[in-house]
């Protein structure tokens, strides 16, 4: 079965300093794909990083970057020099291949003081 | 436009009412989900639709009523709500089911009294 689990349900970080949103993994698939979904007030699910499972390197999308560690399961986001628009709701997701739904993780809240 | 849109971005109902969300995407995508989000839960994939037909249905009570005429548009048909229904429901589209990754909508505010 698959399991996505993610352990800080909230977190406060100052504006400028660089945050590490913590999402491990369980999964028998021999591939798989781990997504970070960043979720605002507004409720829009906003697509923000992936990583491929065979990937050789971590996969980085502007100030985002993701510290995939496959041996101990685990896809951190990490979010350099954070803004006050980066306070949302922050989800891990995995999907399995062959062909499998995704599932989510329960998500971090994150607040950006000033 | 945006990707994704939905309507209507909030909805109130009684137990006896019946409406519907509507869903629509111009990204050219194949497939498109529903996916309730309650309060304190992971996101729940509801219905699967690739090519207009449903390949997926999570064991979804049957006062929800998914409808996709076409690739780019989807309902949600909704009759005989229970109050635990009240939630935000998410409509998204990837390039095929379950391929991709998922680009969604702003959500439809479901709040059932």
């Known amino acids: 079965a698959q399991k996505i689990t993610q352990t800080q349900p909230g977190m406060f970080v100052q504006e400028k300093e660089a945050v590490t949103l913590d999402c491990t993994y369980d999964t028998s698939d021999p591939s798989y794909g781990l997504f970070w979904y960043k979720q605002p007030s507004s409720g829009e ?16 999308e502007g100030r985002y970057s993701l510290n995939f560690q496959k041996a101990r399961k685990s896809a951190n986001l990490v979010i350099s020099a954070s803004q006050l628009g980066d306070s949302a709701m922050y989800f891990c997701a995995m999907r399995g291949y062959p062909a499998s739904k995704i599932i989510f993780g329960s998500g971090t809240r994150l607040s950006i003081r000033p | 436009e945006t990707g994704v849109t939905q309507t209507p971005r909030h909805l109130v109902m009684g137990m006896t009412n019946k409406k519907s969300l509507k869903c629509e995407q111009h990204l050219g995508h194949n497939a498109m989900y529903w996916y309730k989000q309650s309060a304190k839960k992971p996101l729940e994939l509801m219905f699967v639709y690739s090519l207009e037909e449903r390949v997926e249905n999570n064991s979804v009570p049957s006062r929800f009523s998914p409808e996709c005429p076409n690739s780019s548009h989807l309902f949600l048909h909704l009759h005989t709500l229970q109050p635990e229904d009240s939630a935000l429901y998410l409509c998204a589209s990837s390039q095929g089911a379950h391929t991709g990754e998922l680009f969604f909508g702003e959500g439809s505010r479901l709040t059932v009294l």
């Open chain 1, 45 to 60: 699910m906003i697509f923000l990083i992936y990583q491929g499972s065979y990937d050789q390197q971590n996969a980085t």
